[in-house]
């Protein structure tokens, strides 16, 4: 549940610099890195109607003088199946249409998530909802397949996102979907909610897709990092109030299959933890029965972040029993502040990051502190991020492995440590 911002490549102009959060202690700490939203950066915040992302097109990488042959590295699926977990990427149609790319995801992951193509803008179709008078959602061909792609190749499906104030067609809220008529009323609000996440799931069954999916965020930040409802630009809550997040949660419990589990998703998640313990602790029907199955952690993280602290937040937030993932996982060198070059030194401390990080929610999850069924890497290459000038993935941008790449696969030896 927790953190979906997200951005693989940039999610739909998630390439954005991060906005400053307030931590507890006074100092400024990263907003999960930002992506524009209509006029305010918030950290993915995007443009309310985002242009598809372009990323680089890769080429063939040339060898370099030390050919690593990718027959000689792991997979990392192999090594997050040995703690019945999944590990995932994000996708975009460029990346399964590069046949060197495709194998490196076909080779390292079981689970996918569509960098942008399920996000509101991508899916609610404007010329339908005002001919039918309620919101209609549609799946694109990038949609429809990628799904395929995902199925021929026995890949999970991560959903991401519905309920968002980013990313989202702002028309939705406005009477007869017209942007110079006033807002529609509460009801008519909750109306379109509930309608526009029951199709989200008919959809999946129509097109027979349900199957492929397990996890599904639906809604996706919505907290600040000082503990306050995300407000300014959030139109579902500014129409609806705070109560808008437990609607949502009601409607996905009410129309979700049962072998779809409900996310909350945020960024940040660090400097949000007490704020995500009590909200969650509200997403209850009249028998005190959670709506929701668990919380998604962007992990959008820094080689200069704390990991004590991160892994803290982890355990606290698995301490309410519901299942936590590492949603959108990349950690780019230095900190938010002062982005470091990708010097063989920076790399290095990369690699041991990387390798503790892992290695501390494999404990966790073993010492039955957490419920951890599944991590996603967003992204692999680093010229494919939407950070990419901090290096923050687990490929170079030739492709090359990284001492990352053998941190995430508990390779220790070659994850940096001298």
């Given at each position: 549940?927790?953190?979906?911002?997200?951005?693989?490549?940039?999610?739909?102009?998630?390439?954005?610099?991060?906005?400053?959060?307030?931590?507890?202690?006074?100092?400024?700490?990263?907003?999960?890195?930002?992506?524009?939203?209509?006029?305010?950066?918030?950290?993915?915040?995007?443009p309310?109607?985002?242009?598809?992302?372009?990323?680089?097109?890769?080429?063939?990488?040339?060898?370099?003088?030390?050919?690593?042959?990718?027959?000689?590295?792991?997979?990392?699926?192999?090594?997050?199946?040995?703690h019945?977990?999944?590990?995932?990427?994000?996708?975009?149609?460029?990346?399964?249409?590069?046949?060197?790319?495709?194998?490196?995801?076909?080779?390292?992951?079981?689970?996918?998530?569509?960098?942008?193509?399920?996000?509101?803008?991508?899916?609610?179709?404007?010329?339908?909802?005002?001919?039918?008078?309620?919101?209609v959602?549609?799946?694109?061909?990038?949609?429809?397949?990628?799904?395929?792609?995902?199925?021929?190749?026995?890949?999970?499906?991560?959903?991401?996102?519905?309920?968002?104030?980013?990313?989202?067609?702002?028309?939705?809220?406005?009477?007869?979907?017209?942007?110079?008529?006033?807002?529609?009323?509460?009801?008519?609000?909750?109306?379109?909610?509930?309608?526009?996440?029951?199709?989200?799931?008919?959809?999946?069954?129509?097109?027979?897709y349900?199957?492929?999916?397990?996890?599904?965020?639906?809604?996706?930040?919505?907290?600040?990092?000082?503990?306050?409802?995300?407000?300014?630009?959030?139109?579902?809550?500014?129409?609806?109030?705070?109560?808008?997040l437990?609607?949502?949660?009601?409607?996905?419990?009410?129309?979700?299959?049962?072998?779809?589990?409900?996310?909350?998703?945020?960024?940040?998640?660090?400097?949000?933890?007490?704020?995500?313990?009590?909200?969650?602790?509200?997403?209850?029907?009249?028998?005190?029965?959670?709506?929701?199955?668990?919380?998604?952690?962007q992990?959008?993280?820094?080689?200069?972040?704390?990991?004590?602290?991160?892994?803290?937040?982890?355990?606290?937030?698995?301490?309410?029993?519901?299942?936590?993932?590492?949603?959108?996982l990349?950690?780019?060198?230095?900190?938010?502040?002062?982005?470091?070059?990708?010097?063989?030194?920076n790399?290095?401390a990369q690699?041991?990051?990387?390798?503790?990080?892992?290695?501390g929610?494999?404990k966790?999850?073993?010492?039955?502190?957490?419920?951890?069924?599944?991590?996603?890497?967003?992204?692999?290459?680093?010229?494919?991020?939407?950070?990419?000038?901090?290096?923050?993935?687990?490929?170079?941008?030739?492709?090359?492995?990284?001492?990352?790449?053998?941190?995430?696969?508990?390779?220790k030896?070659?994850?940096?440590?001298e």
């Amino acid at each position: 549940m927790m953190i979906s911002l997200a951005a693989c490549g940039n999610e739909g102009g998630e390439s954005a610099e991060p906005t400053a959060a307030v931590m507890p202690t006074g100092e400024v700490s990263p907003t999960e890195e930002v992506k524009p939203t209509e006029p305010e950066p918030t950290k993915e915040a995007e443009p309310t109607k985002a242009e598809p992302t372009k990323e680089a097109e890769p080429t063939e990488a040339e060898p370099t003088k030390e050919v690593v042959k990718p027959e000689d590295i792991p997979a990392i699926q192999s090594v997050f199946s040995e703690h019945n977990m999944k590990v995932g990427t994000c996708l975009t149609t460029q990346m399964i249409e590069k046949s060197m790319l495709a194998e490196l995801i076909k080779k390292n992951f079981n689970s996918v998530t569509m960098e942008n193509s399920m996000k509101p803008d991508y899916i609610l179709d404007k010329t339908a909802s005002i001919e039918a008078g309620d919101l209609v959602v549609e799946f694109n061909t990038d949609i429809v397949k990628m799904l395929d792609w995902a199925r021929e190749n026995g890949m999970a499906v991560r959903g991401h996102t519905i309920i968002w104030h980013s990313q989202t067609p702002k028309w939705i809220f406005h009477e007869n979907f017209d942007t110079n008529a006033p807002f529609v009323t509460r009801e008519v609000m909750l109306a379109r909610m509930e309608s526009y996440i029951k199709q989200v799931f008919e959809k999946l069954d129509e097109y027979g897709y349900t199957d492929l999916f397990y996890a599904y965020d639906v809604v996706n930040e919505a907290w600040m990092e000082d503990g306050k409802i995300r407000e300014e630009m959030n139109f579902w809550y500014q129409i609806i109030g705070e109560d808008y997040l437990w609607h949502a949660f009601n409607y996905a419990n009410k129309y979700a299959p049962e072998s779809i589990d409900l996310y909350y998703n945020d960024y940040n998640e660090q400097y949000k933890t007490d704020a995500l313990l009590k909200f969650v602790d509200t997403l209850v029907d009249e028998e005190g029965n959670y709506l929701i199955d668990g919380i998604g952690l962007q992990a959008h993280l820094y080689t200069g972040d704390d990991l004590k602290t991160y892994l803290n937040t982890v355990e606290q937030l698995g301490a309410t029993g519901l299942m936590i993932e590492l949603t959108e996982l990349d950690v780019s060198l230095g900190t938010w502040q002062n982005k470091l070059m990708d010097t063989d030194e920076n790399l290095r401390a990369q690699g041991r990051y990387y390798y503790e990080l892992v290695e501390g929610l494999f404990k966790l999850a073993e010492e039955g502190k957490v419920k951890m069924d599944a991590l996603t890497f967003w992204g692999f290459a680093d010229g494919l991020s939407w950070r990419k000038d901090a290096s923050p993935l687990l490929y170079d941008t030739l492709y090359m492995p990284k001492y990352a790449l053998y941190g995430a696969l508990q390779i220790k030896e070659k994850a940096g440590y001298e």
